[in-house]
């Protein structure tokens, strides 16, 4: 047993001492924190327990001390969340716990009590969380409440419950449609914190958890929809985009995790399968093409000018955030969302855009991967219809004449090549097994020549490969075109610092062009790409 220190001990010896007293003493946390019988005994009686809350969410009166403004508050605070389990409880079964709870039915609660409340909250979550979240179900409006304050550490709070392995029964609340319906156009200043929390606990979450499911039910995915498409709601477009992706990019790790079980923690959807019978957030994704696309083409109502005042339009982020979504749900790989892209124009807007920004490869990047992932979900009647439509071939032969190919000269050519080259080389390969696409590509002006650069380039890369040692044999099986080698200086300082993974580095993981390939192109590349990106954000803002 833990004896009491001399400074508490004397205030605890004297006759009529009070609550105010000990919360004056330097040491009362320090000997709570000892689990000092005596002071736990008194503390936790109910009309000290009483007076605790009430520091934690009763403003201060006009004219009350500064000890009642900022110090019994933090003190507070601090004695009721030093972990002692007998306090805890007497806390819990105390009538006035519910108004730590009720402190955020106000419109607008003040910051540094917030944080107090929220402490002491986190610290019941953390070792009695059965008994907490028993309270918090008992009260449907305690999570509404709880939402409408995310600016302040409420959040932390939420992602706690979320993320913990109790959070299953946060699926069977209102706690998704509440975080959905805060991007409206008339929460945009709540986005931000909106954004951060539902991010988090879908990073912390799997697909097959059923809180996860919350998030992509038919319910709350036209919820999501409705707010993030809404007219003038930017802001709200790039987090519900954001979370949309990253709903999809769950389900894909499942299926390719699951595919090889016996036994699935739960049903696979079929890639062949109905557009109806797939996943809700993939149904609204489709049945949204169509207002996607109109941002695609117009994403911004307002003019967008550089420092020194010129007028310029930058691929931006809201059509970024929707070539995400639109990458995520074909990388899913069902049939009837690729075909369902095709009958819509998206992939055609994408091509222009990926003509109308000279250096920005996010873009460039993603219009190669979408190209030819949705190309390989479908038969020849479609690749050859859709390359008809946009006449890609022939597009791509112009762009090599424009931009001067240079994979044979020893330097990187213009950044939006090697994507080029890459789908090139995939519709070269859909060509050799496909005999529509190859009568096809044989009525092309130029494209018996244009294969000729390829397949070049491809030597090239692989004679580099035997030279200089760079890798094994199913390296260079596995070639990507579009990257350029020639004399490239593999002792230059800029390639080996560009690899030495500190903080210097141009990119995450040295793929500075995000091609998912680490190679010399990325050191041509990253600083026009960089300067590009700047001017964007800056224009943006």
């Not at 320090?30 to 009309?47: P, W, Y």
């Not at 009430?54 to 000890?67: C, F, I, K, Q």
Request: net charge negative.
């Amino acid at each position: 047993m833990a004896l009491v220190g001399k400074p508490v001990g004397s205030i605890l010896s004297q006759k009529g001492f009070t609550l105010e007293m000990l919360l004056d003493e330097d040491d009362i946390v320090v000997e709570a924190k000892r689990g000092v019988d005596e002071v736990i005994g008194f503390l936790k009686t109910s009309s000290s327990l009483k007076k605790l809350i009430s520091y934690l969410v009763d403003e201060p009166a006009v004219g009350a001390t500064e000890a009642v403004q900022k110090r019994y508050p933090v003190v507070a605070a601090e004695l009721l969340s030093c972990e002692e389990e007998a306090l805890e409880e007497a806390l819990l079964e105390h009538k006035g716990f519910g108004r730590l709870f009720d402190f955020f039915k106000a419109k607008k609660v003040n910051i540094q009590l917030s944080n107090l409340v929220v402490k002491v909250l986190m610290t019941l979550m953390e070792n009695q969380p059965n008994k907490l979240i028993s309270h918090i179900q008992g009260d449907p409006t305690i999570i509404q409440n709880l939402v409408r304050h995310l600016e302040c550490p409420v959040s932390n709070l939420l992602l706690k419950l979320a993320s913990g392995p109790e959070s299953v029964w946060l699926a069977n609340s209102d706690l998704v449609t509440c975080l959905y319906k805060k991007l409206s156009k008339k929460n945009a200043s709540r986005h931000v914190d909106v954004s951060n929390l539902v991010h988090d606990i879908l990073l912390s979450l799997t697909w097959d958890n059923p809180f996860t499911q919350a998030f992509a039910s038919a319910e709350n995915s036209k919820v999501l929809f409705k707010y993030a498409l809404e007219e003038g709601n930017f802001s709200g477009l790039r987090v519900g985009m954001k979370t949309v992706t990253l709903l999809l990019r769950s389900l894909q790790r499942f299926m390719k995790e699951e595919e090889d079980e016996e036994e699935p923690i739960m049903p696979i959807p079929d890639i062949v399968a109905p557009l109806k019978d797939l996943p809700p957030v993939v149904q609204d994704v489709v049945n949204n093409f169509g207002k996607l696309h109109e941002i695609l083409k117009k994403p911004h109502d307002r003019e967008m000018r550089s420092q020194d005042g010129k007028v310029f339009e930058a691929c931006g982020p809201n059509r970024l955030c929707i070539i995400e979504v639109i990458e995520a749900v074909v990388d899913t790989g069902f049939v009837n969302v690729a075909r369902k892209l095709f009958e819509s124009e998206i992939l055609d807007t994408f091509w222009e855009l990926m003509f109308r920004f000279d250096v920005n490869t996010f873009c460039h990047r993603a219009v190669d991967r979408v190209t030819q992932a949705s190309m390989e979900l479908v038969g020849g009647i479609t690749q050859v219809s859709f390359m008809q439509r946009i006449d890609l071939p022939t597009k791509l032969i112009q762009a090599e004449a424009s931009h001067g190919s240079s994979s044979c000269k020893g330097h990187a050519s213009h950044p939006r090549i090697p994507y080029l080259h890459q789908t090139a080389r995939f519709i070269q390969l859909v060509g050799e097994t496909n005999e529509q696409v190859t009568t096809y590509l044989a009525g092309i002006p130029g494209w018996p020549e244009y294969e000729v650069v390829l397949n070049e380039e491809k030597a090239l890369y692989e004679e580099l490969v035997s030279a200089k040692n760079l890798g094994t044999d199913e390296e260079a099986n596995t070639f990507k075109p579009g990257q350029h080698y020639g004399d490239f200086d593999f002792e230059s300082e800029a390639y080996l610092e560009g690899k030495d993974g500190d903080a210097d580095d141009l990119s995450l993981e040295d793929d500075a062009d995000m091609d998912d390939m680490t190679d010399f192109d990325d050191y041509d590349i990253d600083q026009a790409e960089i300067i590009l990106n700047k001017q964007e954000v800056e224009a943006f803002a």
